[in-house]
């Protein structure tokens, strides 16, 4: 049976007649075509697909799109303005913090939700925000240079 679920998405009002146990991944994926949201694991493990959901990062592959009604939702796609990359995705960039690139989006939307709730982590505390995420290309140490760079950035340059 299919339902209306009515949702932000990426900052737009989306209006979806789906049916409501539908992933949440596929439909970003496949209804929305937005790709940068990867399928990895399929249990919630590796942190590939992960989205905000009001501003929380959630594995897209564990909850129905019905989930998500009345919400918000910000994909990697969503996270610059217009043409301008967001502090993280650029960080990323700077730092070379990816090598086959797979884990990125999720490391990514992670991050962003860990400097939402805290502006000015240490490495320890950004590690452990990122812990649940996995890579394998051990890229690790560049992507807390990263998150670190990032952090200050989005505190317009100041310190601690």
Same mark, same amino acid.
């Given at each position: 049976?299919?339902? *209306?679920? &009515?949702?932000?998405? +990426?900052?737009?009002? !989306? ?7 539908? @992933? ?14 990867? $399928?990895? /694991?399929?249990?919630? $493990? /590796?942190? #590939?697909? *992960?989205?905000?959901? %009001?501003?929380?990062?959630? &594995?897209?592959?564990? @909850?129905?799109? #019905? %989930? ?6 910000? !994909? ?19 730092? %070379?913090?990816?090598?086959?690139? $797979? ?6 939307? *992670? ?11 240490? &490495? ?8 649940? +995420?996995? /890579?394998? /290309?051990?890229?690790?140490? &560049?992507? @807390?240079?990263?998150?670190? %760079? ?11």
């Amino acid at each position: 049976m299919e339902e *209306t679920i &009515r949702f932000k998405l +990426n900052g737009r009002d !989306t209006e979806l007649v789906n049916d409501p146990n539908q @992933i949440l991944l596929w439909v970003l994926r496949n209804h929305f075509g937005l790709t940068g949201t990867k $399928f990895g /694991c399929g249990i919630g $493990f /590796c942190g #590939s697909c *992960t989205v905000l959901i %009001d501003n929380e990062p959630v &594995r897209s592959c564990m @909850i129905p799109v #019905s %989930d998500v009604a009345g919400k918000s939702v910000v !994909t990697i796609e969503g996270l610059g303005e217009g043409e301008e990359l967001h502090p993280v995705q650029q960080a990323f960039i700077d730092h %070379d913090a990816l090598q086959c690139g $797979f884990c990125t989006p999720g490391m990514i939307v *992670t991050a962003v939700g860990l400097l939402g709730k805290n502006p000015s982590p240490t &490495r320890d505390e950004i590690a452990a925000g990122l812990e649940e +995420n996995l /890579c394998r /290309c051990g890229a690790h140490t &560049r992507i @807390i240079d990263a998150v670190e %760079d990032a952090a200050v950035k989005i505190r317009g340059g100041k310190g601690k």
